[in-house]
């Protein structure tokens, strides 16, 4: 009679869980059913067992939808630049400032950079000036259509891309004056200085390629 006491005290005491809940997480059967068990109350039943409902609802797979680019997003490719600058692609020295300047464009991106010694250069998309006006010295469209040229060329590329302090000074006189005048005389013998031969020869040797070449870009030699 003792034994049977305690082990009726046990089973009591077994049936005493919190809320009298019983409760097992999801579990993904091979047949693509989501099995849940669900936990109910307890009533402390003569037997002593707990009793538990085990469920299968059959449940669908919801596809991810990737999210969507924002219709305002602007591509990479397409800034809107403030000034078009005109170069010399075969000057040497005059490569160094313009990879200088391609490098900080990066940041801005508002300088069009145009090589007008490519055989894709194009006067009439560039205000018209043709290949002679523009190896004579250098050319700056901005973005209205105005040409600036000399100094003050430098000048509007350099504030393009945040060095603008740079020729800032040259804005005044008399050093507006005396900065053109200097680079009027690099623009004169650049081509003697970097070694190549005087701009009438390169114009002949740029004309008689014209003429192997048909319209389409496309040799005959």
Known sequence: ?????????????????????????????????RHR?????????????????????????????????DSTEQPQSSP?????????GDCPLCMREVNMLKERNKDYNAINFVDISSDDYSP??????????????IHAIMSDGTIVTNVEAFRKLYE????????????YEPVATIADAVYGVW??????????????????????KAEICDDNKSCRM
Not at 160 to 171: E, S
């Open 80 to 88: 809107n630049w403030k000034v078009k600058m005109l170069y010399d």
């Open 1 to 33: 009679m003792a034994l049977r006491a305690v082990a009726g005290s046990m089973a009591r005491r077994q049936l005493k869980t919190p809320a009298n809940l019983c409760f097992n997480p999801f579990v993904i059967s091979a047949s693509n059913h």
């Open 124 to 137: 009439e998309d560039n205000q018209g000036l043709d290949y002679e006006t523009a190896m004579g010295k």
């Open 37 to 69: 068990s669900i936990a109910y109350p307890l009533s402390n039943s003569p037997s002593g067992f707990r009793f538990s409902i085990r469920a299968m609802q059959e449940t669908t797979t919801t596809p991810i939808t990737p999210m969507k680019k």
């Open 160 to 171: 393009a891309v945040g060095m603008g302090w740079i020729y800032a000074v040259t804005k």
């Open 187 to 208: 623009a004169k013998y650049r081509l003697q200085v970097t070694g190549r031969p005087p701009l009438e020869e390169v114009l002949e040797t740029r004309k008689k």
